[in-house]
């Protein structure tokens, strides 16, 4: 990495309790590391660690995964941050030297030598309105799974109750419909009827929630368009090149939710202005 001859970079191999970190600097030589908790303590003694190099770069291991949440709290501090894919760091593991074990240290220096290494990590920006985006989506996303887990525990149970079972685009009124003319007269159909009506109503919830969702999303429809363009088609006169960026990854996820196991009623609709989400 470019810089100042006295920066280090600080591999980080995070965890949801734990955090293993290890200081290189540009000869690739170790100047410290340890193991910090990720609570308030633990964080604090790790700042305070890593404050003895004031030229540092932290290089984080699944930024956008497990690595997320101590890296919000580090950019929201004003650290620099830059994201390691896990394939690069598994490959500098491979060709360490030493007996190949995989240990939190080992695993923290591999991540230190790709930020030592490597230009072009992508650095990590401290931006609201996709964080905001990502949860969206995600909830969304999650609402998708759901429906498919409820349809698919009803087909069961339906096919239990009435033979041949229902068809199979099944929408909680169909299903409503479908079980109320079944009387079950043994004490295993009983007990089978009341579970179908529970998901049923479990699914009729499901679709309000994805309609809220919805209409959250949609209201970023013009703002959205607005925002890629601005993110990733780079100047217009063309001295740089247009790259995808987080932006339009956030992006197209959004674009990729009505793909998700759901019914066509609860789809998203596509970003009308980016064209990488076409």
């Known amino acids: 990495m470019s810089g100042t001859s006295d920066r280090v970079v600080i591999g980080m191999d995070p965890h949801k309790r734990s955090a293993t970190i290890e200081v290189m600097a540009r000869d690739e030589t170790v100047a410290g590391g340890g193991r910090f908790d990720t609570d308030r303590d633990g964080y604090a003694a790790m700042r305070k660690f890593a404050s003895g190099w004031p030229h540092r770069v932290w290089a984080i291991e699944g930024c956008q995964g497990i690595g997320r949440h101590i890296a919000n709290r580090l950019l929201a501090d004003g650290e620099q941050v830059v994201d390691v894919p896990p394939k690069l760091s598994a490959r500098a593991r491979v060709f360490a030297t030493g007996q190949g074990r995989k240990t939190d240290a080992t695993d923290a220096r591999s991540i230190a030598l790709v930020g030592t290494r490597m230009a072009g990590l992508r650095p990590l920006v401290n931006d609201e309105q996709l964080a905001l985006l990502r949860i969206l989506v ?119 939710v009505d793909q998700a196991p759901s019914t066509p009623s609860v789809g998203l609709p596509q970003c ?4 990488w989400c076409r």
């Open 138 to 256: 995600d909830r969304r996303r999650s609402l998708g799974e759901d429906h498919t887990r409820m349809v698919s525990q009803l087909h069961q149970l339906l096919l239990e109750l009435i033979p041949g079972g229902a068809k199979k685009s099944l929408s909680a009124a169909q299903a409503k419909a479908l079980l109320a003319t079944v009387r079950p007269r043994d004490a295993v159909g009983k007990a089978r009827r009341p579970v179908a009506a529970e998901l049923i109503g479990d699914l009729e919830r499901v679709y309000r929630r994805s309609k809220e969702a919805d209409k959250e999303l949609s209201g970023w429809s013009s703002p959205r368009s607005r925002y890629c363009r601005q993110s990733h088609l780079g100047d217009r006169d063309g001295s740089r090149p247009r790259t995808r960026t987080g932006h339009c990854r956030a992006l197209r996820a959004v674009c990729a």
């Open 272 to 275: 009308p202005g980016c064209a």
